[in-house]
């Protein structure tokens, strides 16, 4: 009786074989799936500096055309954020640069908010408040992520 052992070349070979057909499944499900295809990026943050906690879900634009929005806890509907400004700067050599962004609310009597991030890291998250120039600092509330969205407790 013969024994017939893949040699590693061919255990190798199959392995790559087997990768790109899941690759090839990954991505039809992705393209079936739209909502899928079209996840956003989104944080949820909550005030660190409020007498009564201020909740919120940013969503980060998906394109560089795209605009970022923010959705309150106690709000109806999203609001449209568009860039006002963009810098970047190298924190250390070799690791991703740090960027800042300020997003204008709409209207004349809309704040701002500055969000600094470094690869997946938010460092900074402020938002101005137009009408009395209140400063309201944030950091990220890890409890309240969900697939999509955020969920806050009532």
């Not at 190798?12 to 990954?26: G, N, P, S, W």
């Not at 954020?81 to 300020?102: C, H, N």
């Amino acid at each position: 009786m013969l024994n017939h052992r893949p040699t590693e070349a061919s255990q190798l070979a199959m392995k790559i074989v087997f990768m790109k057909h899941l690759t090839a499944l990954l991505f039809a499900a992705l393209l079936a799936n739209p909502a899928m295809a079209q996840a956003t990026e989104f944080r949820c943050l909550v005030s660190i500096d409020a007498t009564t906690p201020i909740r919120l879900q940013f969503d980060f634009p998906q394109s560089e055309r795209a605009h970022a929005a923010v959705r309150y806890q106690r709000g109806s509907k999203p609001i449209p954020l568009r860039a006002l400004k963009t810098s970047s700067v190298e924190m250390t050599p070799g690791r991703p640069f740090e960027f800042t962004t300020i997003w204008q609310e709409p209207g004349k009597n809309g704040g701002t908010y500055t969000v600094a991030t470094q690869g997946a890291l938010i460092n900074e998250f402020t938002y101005l408040r137009a009408r009395d120039k209140k400063t309201f600092r944030f950091e990220e509330d890890m409890g309240a992520m969900e697939t999509s969205r955020c969920k806050w407790g009532k």
